[in-house]
């Protein structure tokens, strides 16, 4: 059971994080000081925050990464209230791409891709030592093409973690406490939103999380109804990074912990009931289950977003911020 189960679960998920990880930075380098500057303009209103954190997310791959970011800005006294909910709400849009290209079912060029990269950033590298010192702009271009081919190696990562992971089907099927977890679901869907927030919270990866529930239902081991209410779940455990984050904050600092905490929780309690139809809704563009669970995430993202960006405009943010 070891070889078929817990290893596959514990590697899968070692190696997806470490791509996650790998792409995380090397895109944070890539990017370098334009993210502080970026950030800090684009925030004025919060749809220019919204659009620019999802932005941002897409690029980072990481809705953490750019919430914890908002924290740092947002205790230095750099963004203003209406531009920290804009951001919040453009992390819960961003972080959907990582899924849906999941969804695409492509980890077969998992391998290729990271051999590939791999060999495209050993040349950038040599390149680049035998580049004269005077070069400094050549240099420069060499070494934004090193970080953008780690990126590359990092979601290659992801996509050979998801595939070790798709192989436990089986195993968790002949082991009968997954039927013991779905047949709770199935009395309550609350179980699912629990499961989901619980292990994004421990695992501080809502992205990996859903990738788990996609390569269940891909192999059939879980219904896409409760894949969606894992969503929902996972949306609101994705806080508490960002809650620690602002341990000995600022008020600014807890202000965008707490907005971030109710604006998910909001949008989580919205949608429970209706979890059967999003569940359906999404299942119409779908062509397998696990492309059924990234665009419930898609549409829930962006409809809850949506919904609450003209709640950012009302002047009771700025009030509520002092008492948080």
Not at 71 to 92: D, E, K, R, S
Not at 97 to 104: H, V
Not at 257 to 265: K, Y
Not at 271 to 292: C, D, K, M, R, Y
Request: glycine residues 10%; aromatic residues 8%.
């Amino acid at each position: 059971m070891f070889s078929t189960l817990w290893f596959p679960v514990t590697y899968g998920l070692v190696v997806f994080l470490l791509g996650m990880k790998v792409m995380e930075i090397s895109l944070q380098r890539f990017a370098g000081p334009m993210l502080h500057q970026w950030l800090n303009k684009a925030t004025s209103t919060p749809l220019k925050g919204m659009m620019t954190s999802t932005g941002l997310t897409a690029l980072l791959q990481s809705s953490t990464a750019v919430t914890v970011l908002a924290i740092g800005f947002a205790n230095a006294g750099l963004l203003n209230y209406a531009g920290t909910l804009g951001i919040i709400l453009g992390t819960n849009i961003g972080t959907t791409l990582t899924t849906e290209l999941i969804s695409l079912q492509i980890g077969q060029a998992a391998l290729p891709l990271l051999i590939l990269s791999l060999m495209v950033w050993t040349a950038a590298v040599i390149l680049s030592e035998r580049l004269p010192s005077r070069l400094v702009e050549l240099r420069s271009r060499f070494e934004k093409t090193q970080f953008l081919c780690l990126a590359l190696a990092g979601f290659a990562l992801v996509l050979l973690g998801i595939r070790v992971m798709q192989s436990i089907g089986p195993s968790l099927q002949q082991l009968g406490m997954f039927q013991w977890f779905l047949d709770h679901a199935a009395r309550s869907i609350f179980w699912g939103i629990v499961a989901g927030a619980a292990l994004t919270a421990l695992m501080h990866s809502s992205a990996a999380v859903i990738a788990m529930a996609m390569s269940l239902a891909v192999g059939g081991v879980l219904p896409p109804t409760l894949g969606v209410a894992i969503v929902l779940g996972s949306n609101v455990g994705t806080c508490v990074t960002t809650l620690i984050a602002a341990i000995g904050s600022t008020h600014a600092g807890r202000f965008v912990a707490w907005s971030h905490l109710g604006l998910n929780i909001g949008g989580a309690l919205l949608f429970a009931p209706f979890i059967g139809t999003l569940a359906a809704v999404s299942g119409w563009f779908a062509a397998n289950p696990g492309s059924q669970i990234a665009h419930a995430q898609t549409i829930f993202n962006v409809v809850c977003s949506l919904l609450a960006l003209p709640l950012c405009y009302l002047p009771f943010w700025q009030k509520a911020s002092k008492y948080i």
